[in-house]
């Protein structure tokens, strides 16, 4: 099983909701990742959790809040976003462990795509 | 710092044909690993290819292949026999180990992506 699953798929929110973003993976991977992506762009870097505990955080604003509750389950809390936060939200997950290779290669879940108005 | 460069924004190709998109990078690092990804309209972001630095010879999988030419930096791919399906956004990306240890992990820069269209 090399799947990431990212819930919802959509979101629609106001500029004063409170939403959250889900990722969860069973492959026993220790590295977990939270991208955002605008439309014909690379992803960007937000985050990345290794073994639970937060190792990058890319300056990113504090309306944007991750947790990493426990090794499957990946969150990012979302409170009072603006406009141009409407992006695709890309969860990656990768092995921590063993060969470089494998802590290199990243499994993507399909996103969520989140629109602010 | 890496930086990796694609220098076509838009490609296309004939079904059946083959077509090359283009990617050099930048780096200092000695141990690196370079990915093609593969992002179609379902935006589901996908690996292609992967790509040892240590390694001399160029990776294949199926109808995808690379030219690694690491004293170049230059990673380019070749895609065969070119199908509908292969339209999408690919991106060049370069692999790297951060931190020390157990908890160590990889960090990938992304290039800014070619859009390649598959006419039938």
């Known amino acids: 099983d090399t799947e990431v699953t990212q819930t919802p798929k959509h979101l629609v929110m106001g500029m004063t909701n409170k939403k959250s973003l889900k990722c969860e993976q069973h492959?026993?991977?220790?590295?977990m990742y939270w991208y955002k992506q605008k439309a014909k762009k690379p992803p960007e870097l937000m985050f990345v959790?290794?073994?639970?505990?937060?190792?990058i955080n890319e300056s990113v604003p504090s309306r944007f809040s991750p947790e990493c509750p426990n090794s499957s389950l990946l969150n990012l809390h979302l409170h009072a976003l603006q406009p141009e936060d409407s992006a695709l939200y890309l969860c990656?997950?990768?092995?921590?462990?063993?060969?470089?290779?494998?802590?290199?290669?990243?499994?993507f879940g399909a996103g969520t795509r989140l629109s602010v108005l | 710092a890496q930086t990796v460069t694609q220098s076509q924004p838009e490609m296309s190709v004939q079904e059946a044909e083959t077509v090359t998109l283009s990617c050099t990078y930048d780096?200092?690092?000695?141990?690196?690993?370079l990915f093609w990804y593969k992002q179609p309209p379902s935006r589901q972001m996908i690996l292609v290819i992967r790509?040892?630095?240590?390694?001399?010879q160029n990776a294949t999988e199926n109808r995808f292949s690379v030219n690694f030419q690491k004293a170049a930096k230059s990673f380019s791919l070749k895609i065969s026999d070119s199908q509908l399906g292969d339209t999408a956004m690919y991106f060049c990306?370069?692999?790297?180990?951060?931190?020390?240890?157990?908890?160590?992990?990889?960090?990938?820069?992304f290039g800014q992506g070619t859009i390649l269209t598959v006419h039938p």
């Open positions: 990306a370069f692999g790297a180990v951060v931190g020390a240890g157990g908890t160590s992990y990889g960090k990938l820069t």
């Open positions: 492959m026993g991977h220790r590295a």
């Open positions: 959790y290794s073994y639970e505990k937060l190792s």
């Open positions: 990656a997950s990768s092995s921590s462990g063993g060969k470089p290779l494998a802590k290199n290669i990243q499994y």
């Open positions: 780096t200092s690092e000695n141990n690196y690993y």
């Open positions: 790509q040892e630095a240590y390694k001399q």
